[in-house]
């Protein structure tokens, strides 16, 4: 397996315009998490996804953010409209859900909000 | 939810020396404690974990020790080298939902 996949690697964008990151899990795992990095707050869980079903999102900032995971192989996070504020790396995570299993990180997206 | 601490935010030793980062959490029904350890602009990696049914555990310069009674846990390296220069997060999971401290940036100096 290649791991957890997330694209784009990179996104540069304009502060009102939508931004969507996608995540690709490992096989076989059913547990996603989203998650966002700045040097201010650290790794902040966003939302948790377990078998494609939100079960904690209570970390998503504000209603300008959704995420969404129609399969077990798929998941995107939504921004819109973005706001500079918003820069940020966000990471994707997968694992299976026995309570007692890593995370697996994947390589992360650099998002930057103009 | 659960609430975890990590101290301290950065830490600086001496080549060979050792280097010891503390996390505590609050809730008393997580039982799973990783480590991981992310290189400066790559992913958070696992280097060690514990559950809590152990209290220690080595995995050659890596130890973690874990007392659920107090509720803390810490990460020890010994005779530290350059590439051991990353951010350490710890976490607390309950249930499969993973908890990170805020991260130590640790610094080997040569």
């Known amino acids: 397996d290649a791991g957890v996949i997330q694209s784009p690697r990179h996104e540069v964008t304009e502060m009102g315009q939508e931004v969507t990151l996608r995540c690709k899990p490992i096989s076989g795992h059913n547990s996603l998490f989203w998650y966002r990095q700045t040097m201010m707050r650290g790794l902040e869980l966003l939302i948790y996804?377990?078998?494609?079903?939100?079960?904690?999102d209570s970390g998503m900032p504000e209603d300008r953010f959704s995420a969404k995971m129609p399969n077990a192989s798929f998941s995107t996070l939504k921004i819109q409209p973005s706001e500079p504020r918003d820069s940020a790396v966000y990471f994707c995570?997968?694992?299976?859900?026995?309570?007692?299993?890593?995370?697996?990180f994947g390589q992360g997206t650099r998002l930057t909000v103009v | 939810g659960e609430n975890v601490e990590q101290h301290p935010s950065t830490l600086s030793v001496q080549e060979g020396d050792s280097a010891v980062i503390k996390c505590t959490y609050s809730d008393s029904a997580s039982n799973y404690f990783p480590w991981y350890k992310q290189e400066l602009g790559k992913r958070p990696q696992l280097i060690i974990d514990?559950?809590?049914?152990?209290g220690e555990k080595k995995d050659q310069r890596i130890a973690v020790t874990l007392n659920k009674t107090a509720k803390h846990f810490s990460l020890h390296i010994t005779e530290t080298q350059p590439e051991d220069s990353a951010v350490y997060f710890c976490a607390a999971s309950r249930g499969n939902q993973f908890y990170f401290g805020t991260g130590t940036s640790l610094t080997v100096i040569p």
């Open positions: 996804f377990n078998n494609n079903v939100p079960i904690d």
């Open positions: 514990i559950r809590s049914n152990v």
């Open positions: 995570a997968s694992s299976f859900s026995d309570g007692a299993t890593e995370a697996f």
